[in-house]
Nanobody, 120 residues
Framework: QVQLVESGGGLVQAGGSLRLSCAASGSIFSINAMGWYRQAPGKQRELVAEITSGGITNYADSVKGRFTISRANSKNTVYLQMNSLKHEDTAVYYC??????????????WGQGTQVTVSS
């Protein structure tokens, strides 16, 4: 089994910063892409940012220039540095990982979610 454990959410004022972390553990052969999604009340889950094992990144237009995703492959950990936070960034943030448990086994895993609330 594979587990993703997130940390770093909380309450922050508009313009402030937060850093999210997500560590994957368990029976892991390799991890391809890791990323962050978010879901606000009444809205669909959306991609925030993702990063491949080689360091190629992709961001939602709404967070470009404000958020930075990074990862430590040796620790199976992904980070999301969020700066200049806006009220509309308020959501539950979910970690995602595309994991191989063996050379033939590949599936998506999700964290439990961490709440980010930005007060205006």
């Amino acid at each position: 089994q594979v587990q993703l454990v997130e940390s770093g959410g909380g309450l922050v004022q508009a313009g402030g910063s937060l850093r999210l972390s997500c560590a994957a553990s368990g029976s892991i052969f390799s991890i391809n892409a890791m990323g962050w999604y978010r879901q606000a009340p009444g809205k669909q889950r959306e991609l925030v940012a993702e990063i491949t094992s080689g360091g190629i990144t992709n961001y939602a237009d709404s967070v470009k220039g404000r958020f930075t995703i990074s990862r430590a492959n040796s620790k199976n950990t992904v980070y999301l540095q969020m700066n200049s936070l806006k009220h509309e960034d308020t959501a539950v943030y979910y970690c995602h990982a595309d994991v191989r448990r063996s050379i033939l086994s590949r599936r998506d895993y999700w964290g439990q979610g961490t709440q980010v609330t930005v007060s205006s």
